[in-house]
């Protein structure tokens, strides 16, 4: 593999024509992407768009509709163990934050990502190195002073941490972050910018689905564009981070404005004709 071209290593998550329903409506049609090992990528669109189905596929809460060759391979292949895929794949969304019982201690959600369970089971072995792991990774993050800490006493830029540590603490070499800045304020959304650029730079692939422009960090270099459930826009990010592309994709008057490695995004205000 080779992490500086990702275009040369093999597909990590594979979509090939999937389409996946919910109350019997298409919420994604004829579905196609390849996102390969070592890349950082954003699927970006507006609400509804079909984002958040995309990683419930990949997470295995959701199933496409079965077709051959199959619509989704993770790695080359079509069933995992979920334990052995999250060695490969770490996920982070909030829905794992809201099954996590607020008062569960850091350092038990850090050791329940070896049990694949929410919260830590009774009357399990932890070993050596999955402590050894957890510190590793807490002294990673910066949350150290954290591992003794109840969930509850978290801010939310403080838990969105902890669970990306969940997710780090089997060394994966990809992750998924789902909405990863919601509920977060000023300070905290720009930390956690700066945690990615991080974990980028260790080597850390990253797959960041976001509505949110401005989220966008700049290790990011390929955005995907998804729109009523359909692929609509995928290359580098300088070539689709463009207003006229942009504003189709959400539907309203957008202005880019690019400073180095910096992007200013803004809605731009109706035309006299417009707006009457």
């Given at each position: 593999?080779?992490?500086?071209?990702?275009?040369?290593?093999?597909?990590?998550?594979?979509?090939?024509?999937?389409?996946?329903?919910?109350?019997?409506?298409?919420?994604?049609?004829?579905?196609?992407?390849?996102?390969?090992?070592?890349?950082?990528?954003?699927?970006?669109?507006?609400?509804?768009?079909?984002?958040?189905?995309?990683?419930?596929?990949?997470?295995?809460?959701?199933?496409?509709?079965?077709?051959?060759?199959?619509?989704?391979?993770?790695?080359?292949?079509?069933?995992?163990?979920?334990?052995?895929?999250?060695?490969?794949?770490?996920?982070?969304?909030?829905?794992?934050?809201?099954?996590?019982?607020?008062?569960?201690?850091?350092?038990?959600?850090?050791?329940?990502?070896?049990?694949?369970?929410?919260?830590?089971?009774?009357?399990?072995?932890?070993?050596?190195?999955?402590?050894?792991?957890?510190?590793?990774?807490?002294?990673?993050?910066?949350?150290?002073?954290?591992?003794?800490?109840?969930a509850a006493t978290l801010s939310s830029g403080?838990?969105?941490?902890?669970?990306?540590?969940r997710a780090l603490v089997h060394e994966p070499?990809?992750?998924?972050?789902?909405?990863?800045?919601?509920?977060?304020?000023?300070?905290?959304?720009?930390?956690?910018?700066?945690?990615?650029?991080?974990?980028?730079?260790?080597?850390?692939?990253?797959?960041?689905?976001?509505?949110?422009?401005?989220?966008?960090?700049?290790?990011?270099?390929?955005?995907?564009?998804?729109?009523?459930?359909?692929?609509?826009?995928?290359?580098?990010?300088?070539?689709?981070?463009?207003?006229?592309?942009?504003?189709?994709?959400?539907?309203?008057?957008?202005?880019?404005?690019?400073?180095?490695?910096?992007?200013?995004?803004?809605?731009?205000?109706?035309?006299?004709?417009?707006?009457?």
């Open positions: 593999m080779s992490p500086d071209n990702p275009a040369r290593n093999p597909p990590a998550i594979q979509f090939t024509h999937a389409s996946a329903f919910r109350d019997s409506v298409e919420i994604l049609k004829d579905f196609t992407l390849s996102i390969r090992e070592g890349e950082h990528l954003c699927i970006l669109g507006p609400n509804g768009s079909g984002k958040s189905t995309i990683v419930r596929l990949i997470e295995g809460d959701l199933h496409a509709r079965y077709q051959e060759p199959s619509p989704l391979l993770l790695f080359g292949e079509e069933n995992w163990k979920l334990y052995e895929l999250r060695k490969r794949l770490g996920v982070v969304s909030d829905r794992l934050q809201m099954r996590h019982s607020r008062g569960e201690l850091v350092a038990d959600i850090l050791l329940s990502a070896f049990f694949g369970s929410i919260g830590l089971p009774l009357y399990v072995d932890i070993t050596e190195e999955m402590l050894s792991r957890v510190v590793e990774t807490a002294d990673f993050l910066g949350i150290s002073r954290l591992l003794e800490r109840s403080e838990l969105r941490r902890v669970l990306v540590g070499g990809m992750l998924l972050l789902d909405e990863p800045f919601t509920s977060l304020d000023i300070a905290a959304r720009r930390s956690f910018s700066q945690l990615l650029g991080k974990l980028a730079a260790s080597g850390k692939a990253l797959v960041l689905v976001t509505h949110e422009l401005a989220e966008i960090p700049a290790a990011i270099e390929r955005i995907v564009c998804i729109k009523d459930g359909r692929l609509f826009a995928d290359g580098p990010k300088d070539e689709l981070l463009r207003s006229e592309l942009l504003s189709e994709l959400y539907g309203i008057p957008l202005k880019v404005e690019r400073r180095g490695e910096v992007y200013d995004f803004s809605a731009e205000r109706d035309s006299p004709a417009q707006a009457g």
